[in-house]
């Protein structure tokens, strides 16, 4: 009798404490719209797991990549609401909430990565994640998108001439679009998840995006000229719900920070070699490849300066300078 009481009560003591360790766990999803293959999404793995051993189990991370939960645009509005705790997402889809990140968006603004890597850990995004934090978001950092390049299905692009006419997509942020309209193109604003029907059907001509997401995406399906026009460096910002990063406690605020600079280092470092092989590959599916001399970059730069000015007159000159003081000192 007394042997059946004793199992009974540590039966009962296992599952409070199993009940009472389950219930300390928090549970958070961060969603984006990459494919698994692509760096940012394996880059979210390796966070999850690095939370999932430095909480030993109290901290949660739920993956959602290749649009599980809804396009980029779905993911700022669910993360700002909080019914989903946090995203990776091309930076030009925040743009519309925080119209700041424009002055790091701007056209042929970086000379290389490094000097772009520079800026966007440097003091030049403090006013940029001061404005994230007000419309509700905790910034956690800024993987790398890459160079943005053209395809389109008409015809090779050599240089600005080339562009006239074309209906290309565009990420909808007024900064690219008024650089393809400056450079005789007809941009298009749409979400990633409708590109590739769009260029399947003819409804336009060309997007851009750099050579890993081009590959990742299967645009070579539906498209035949790629070029390096590398019109804007661009980036993915990472960021959590204000609240509930805050509702967290300090030690897990930290293991977040800490994995997630982890992860976004990682990223970076592969970054590099990733873009490299997609051109290669894309050659291989069957793209034609047109390499645009710098000389024509030049004379996009100067045909899109008055965006630059644009932008200032919207964001507020003294900002905009700050950044272009920032992108000067880093080499750029």
């Known amino acids: 009798m007394h042997q059946t009481l004793r199992k009974i009560a540590f039966t009962l003591t296992a599952l409070a404490m199993a009940s009472g360790s389950a219930l300390a766990q928090e549970r958070l999803r961060i969603a ?25 189990g109290a901290l949660i991370i739920e993956v959602f990549d290749n649009q599980q939960l809804g396009g980029a645009q779905e993911n700022v509005t669910q993360t700002r609401a909080g019914t989903i705790d946090m995203m990776w997402v091309g930076m030009a889809f ?4 925080v119209p700041e990140l424009e002055a790091v968006s701007l056209p042929f603004m970086f000379s290389s990565r490094e000097v772009a890597y520079k800026v966007m850990d440097g003091p030049a995004v403090d006013l940029i994640e001061e404005k994230m934090a007000s419309k509700g978001f905790t910034s956690l950092g800024f993987m790398e998108l890459g160079l943005r390049q053209v395809t389109n299905s008409q015809r090779p692009v050599r240089g600005m001439a080339d562009l006239k006419g074309l209906k290309i997509r565009m990420q909808p942020i007024e900064t690219h679009l008024a650089t393809f309209k400056a450079l005789g193109a007809n941009p298009l604003p749409m979400d990633i998840k409708e590109v590739y029907s769009a260029l399947e059907q003819k409804v336009i001509d060309g997007q851009d995006n750099p050579f890993s997401l081009i590959l990742a995406s299967r645009f070579y399906e539906v498209q035949k000229h790629v070029s390096n026009t590398g019109h804007f460096f661009d980036f993915i910002a990472v960021a959590a719900n204000k609240k509930k990063m805050e509702a967290l406690t300090p030690d897990k605020q930290k293991i977040i920070r800490t994995a997630m600079g982890n992860a976004i280092a990682w990223q970076r470092s592969v970054a590099v070699k990733a873009d490299t092989d997609a051109l290669a590959e894309l050659q291989k599916k069957g793209m034609i490849y047109t390499e645009m001399p710098a000389s024509e970059r030049e004379v996009m730069k100067k045909a899109t300066a008055h965006v630059v000015d644009d932008v200032k007159k919207r964001l507020g000159a003294s900002f905009v300078e700050q950044v272009l003081a920032e992108v000067k000192k880093a080499g750029g």
């Not at 984006?32 to 430095?54: C, L, P, R």
Request: no cysteine; glycine share 4%; charged share 25%.
């Open 32 to 56: 984006g719209n990459f494919a698994a293959d692509h760096s940012s999404s394996i880059a979210m793995q390796k966070f999850k797991s690095e939370v999932d051993t430095a909480s030993k």
């Open 94 to 97: 925040l743009s519309r909430t």
